[in-house]
């Protein structure tokens, strides 16, 4: 019995024995009864929105090639930002960087130093002359 389908009770299609039989051969296959086959089937056709009139072959090499078109032009719009956005501005921020080394500085006290000595040496220049 089909679970979930065990109290409801069976009604009678009217198809071709042919069809009829082909479609027993196909249950048998699937491993499901027939009533569960064509809820699969039904199912299958809804969630997929394909009509039985559509062969899949066409469609999926068509949906095939129009995803490899986008990722191709995905693929593009990457390289094209590298190029044209993030080199030009990496570049820019490591000249920035590279411009504004912080100089080292002098300390306070060896800058008085040389201050003195300078002014010493002006000093003595100067009475030498007079």
Do not use: C, W
């Not at 990722?71 to 956005?85: F, P, Q």
């Amino acid at each position: 019995m089909d679970k979930g389908y065990e109290k409801e009770r069976f009604e009678k299609l009217g198809i071709k024995t042919s069809v009829a039989n082909r479609f027993r051969e196909f249950s048998k296959k699937m491993s499901k009864s027939q009533s569960m086959t064509l809820l699969l089937m039904l199912d299958f056709f809804e969630e997929n929105g394909i009509s039985p009139n559509e062969t899949l072959g066409p469609n999926m090499q068509t949906l095939e090639s129009e995803i490899k078109k986008r990722i191709n032009a995905v693929i593009a719009i990457i390289k094209d930002i590298e190029k044209n956005h993030d080199k030009p501005t990496t570049a820019m921020l490591q000249s920035l960087f590279m411009g504004f080394e912080p100089k080292p500085k002098k300390l306070i006290l060896a800058k008085e130093i040389k201050d003195i000595k300078i002014q010493s040496g002006e000093k003595k220049d100067s009475n030498n002359q007079l």
